[in-house]
């Protein structure tokens, strides 16, 4: 769980556009961002788990 005070921090407004921060939008981490679905990518494997993301399916061959 990301801190709440660089949770708040990465909210405002970046006096450049190059430097916004992309964090997952559930549990706030900063990296392995997947920026389609807004979400870290341990968010991502936990919800495509439970089949809450439309369109995802579990990989088998």
Known sequence: ????A???KAL??????????????ICGRPKAYIR???MC???F???AS???I???TKSSW
């Open 54 to 56: 439309p369109g995802i």
């Open 1 to 4: 769980m990301a801190r709440k």
């Open 45 to 47: 494997r936990e919800r």
């Open 50 to 52: 439970r089949g809450e």
């Open 12 to 25: 405002r407004k970046p006096k450049f556009s190059t430097r916004k921060i992309s964090r997952c939008q």
């Open 41 to 43: 990518r341990i968010c």
């Open 36 to 38: 389609k679905y807004g």
């Open 6 to 8: 660089l949770i708040e």
